[in-house]
């Protein structure tokens, strides 16, 4: 067992209006992150994570995630899944805990038009 104090997290900002704090359980295979977001990340276009599942879990706020076939509108305690290598952009005002696996890392994460 593993456990991760808010103050042992690392915090970290893709954007002004994206940021939170990741909790690394050493060589867990999968690590997790509680991220705020505050209007449109990324500004434009879309990010993708090239190895990593997101399991994303809604604890404050409510917005929408979008794909370039798909838009998903989800709210407090709504659950949301994305696979490796699909592009997406957030939208809203809320908080949500990530699970990934295999463990995030940031070199995977890519902006994309």
């Not at 893709?14 to 060589?27: L, M, P, R, S, V």
């Amino acid at each position: 067992m593993k456990h991760v104090k808010i103050s042992e997290s690392e915090k970290f900002e893709n954007a002004a209006n994206c940021y939170g704090y990741e909790a690394n359980f050493g060589n867990a295979p999968m690590n997790g992150a509680l991220i705020t977001v505050n209007g449109r990340y990324p500004a434009t276009g879309y990010v993708t994570n090239e190895v990593c599942s997101e399991l994303a879990f809604v604890v404050r706020g409510n917005g929408k995630v979008c794909t370039a076939d798909e838009t998903i509108a989800f709210e407090l305690h709504d659950s949301v899944w994305l696979q490796p290598g699909e592009k997406f952009y957030w939208q809203g005002d809320f908080d949500i805990y990530t699970v990934c696996t295999p463990a995030f890392y940031p070199e995977q994460h890519k902006e994309v038009s």
